[in-house]
Structures are given as structure tokens and as C-alpha cells.
């Protein structure tokens, strides 16, 4: 099994260019989360889906968008990518909400 | 103030030594606490689940403090492969976990 898969690795976009994290997950997990880690900052939360057909805010939606494509896959869509997206972002599942995470590999982005 | 608090460190020990972390929080409704450890440009992992009763796992140790809102990660004897970042990460109910924004340990020889 591959637990949390993520893809691309690393990303290179202009400001104002749009793209699409993928995440997929073979864990039978109802709610996904998508993270972003910037130096000193921590994990910060963008948005989470509790289950297949939902999502919600997290700490810091502004300039994302998300899908729950199924119960697998889980996208972050960034329409017009700004500096200040530069980041590494993670998706994440646990077996239940309050139990630890799984991560996947992580996407580092750099916007120029 | 921070929801979770850590200090950034770095902590550099030599080989053998023992090293304490702590994490404060600021939600008393917080229920479940975890200890999760990131190696360099790679995805964090769970390293412990922290217990009311405090939890050990070899090296490691685990402490809970209700009182006080913190937690603890003791590592004895200390190997050059612990040279990580420890997050400290708790869930306050919900779908909300919270993590810290880590504590960098270098272990020398």
C-alpha cells in the first residue's frame, strides 16, 4: 500500500499561473487535509474534507480551492499563484479526526 | 498567544546525551497530543501519541501536564539518527489538529 500519495514533487510557476496538487490515499480514511509548512510558521491548515461530498476552511484558505474528487483523492487548486504561496504543501489523512495524521510526501512550490 | 508554542531550538547534544522538549498550549479543551518527528525536506511522522499517564517507547518519554498545558519528549541516550525536527502536535476536538512549528535537535558525535 502507498498510504498518501502526492504529486507533483516540486513546482516552478510565474505569478498568475494557475495549477492542481493532486493527493490520493489508499487507507479506506474519510477526511483529508491539506497543509502548508512555511519556516517558523508550522503547519498551517488551507482546508480539510470530513468526507467524501464535503470540505471545509481552514486556517488560511485564501487563494486556494479544494476537491474531493472521491473518497481517495482530494485536490488543491491554486488559480493565480502569488509569491507568497511559496511553500511545502502536505496532504494528510488520520483514521479518525482526533487520531495522528498521515503524510504524504509533500509539493514544493516556488512562485517567481 | 500561540494556540501551540515550542522553542525553536536548535538543541545541539553530543552522542549519549539526554534532551528534553516542551510544548505549551493554550486550549484546556485539547484532547489528544502527539509527538511527531520531520527529517530534513521529508514529511513528518507520527513518534508518539501522548497519554494522560505519560507514555515511553524506549529511548523516548512522553509527558503530559493538564495543569500546566504542556507536553514533554525526553530522549535518552541519544543517537546521531535523532537529528530531527520534533512537532508537537495536538487536536482540540473535531476535525482540528494543531501543530507546532518545531524544535530542530542536532546530535553530534
Known amino acids: 500500500n502507498a498510504g498518501v500519495t502526492q504529486t507533483p514533487k516540486f513546482q516552478v510557476l510565474k505569478t498568475g499561473q494557475s495549477m492542481t496538487l493532486q493527493c490520493a490515499q489508499d487507507?479506506?480514511?474519510?477526511?483529508m487535509y491539506w497543509y502548508r509548512q512555511d519556516p517558523g510558521m508550522g503547519l498551517r491548515l488551507i482546508y480539510y474534507?470530513?468526507?467524501?461530498?464535503?470540505?471545509d476552511k481552514g486556517e488560511v484558505p485564501n487563494g486556494y480551492n479544494v476537491s474531493r474528487l472521491n473518497k481517495r483523492e482530494f485536490s488543491l487548486r491554486l488559480e493565480s499563484a502569488a509569491p507568497s504561496q511559496t511553500s511545502v504543501y502536505f496532504c494528510?489523512?488520520?483514521?479518525?479526526?482526533?487520531?495522528?495524521?498521515?503524510f504524504g510526501p509533500g509539493t514544493r512550490l516556488l512562485v517567481l | 498567544r500561540k494556540e501551540v508554542e515550542q522553542d525553536p531550538g536548535p538543541f545541539n547534544v553530543p552522542e549519549g546525551a539526554t534532551v528534553a522538549f516542551n510544548c505549551t498550549y493554550s486550549?484546556?479543551?485539547?484532547?489528544?497530543f502527539f509527538w511527531y518527528r520531520q527529517d530534513c525536506r521529508k514529511e513528518p511522522k507520527l513518534l508518539m501519541s501522548?497519554?494522560?499517564s505519560g507514555n515511553e517507547d524506549g529511548r523516548f518519554t512522553a509527558q503530559l501536564n493538564r495543569a500546566s498545558q504542556y507536553i514533554s519528549l525526553l530522549i535518552r541516550d541519544s543517537k546521531l539518527s535523532d537529528s530531527a525536527t520534533y512537532l508537537c502536535?495536538?487536536?482540540?476536538?473535531?476535525?482540528?489538529?494543531?501543530f507546532g512549528a518545531g524544535t530542530r535537535l542536532f546530535v553530534k558525535a
Open positions: 501522548v497519554y494522560s
Open positions: 487507507m479506506n480514511h474519510n477526511s
Open positions: 486550549n484546556s479543551a485539547s484532547q489528544s
Open positions: 474534507s470530513a468526507s467524501e461530498g464535503t470540505t
Open positions: 502536535a495536538l487536536n482540540t476536538g473535531g476535525f482540528k489538529t494543531i
Open positions: 494528510a489523512t488520520p483514521p479518525r479526526p482526533e487520531e495522528t495524521q498521515y
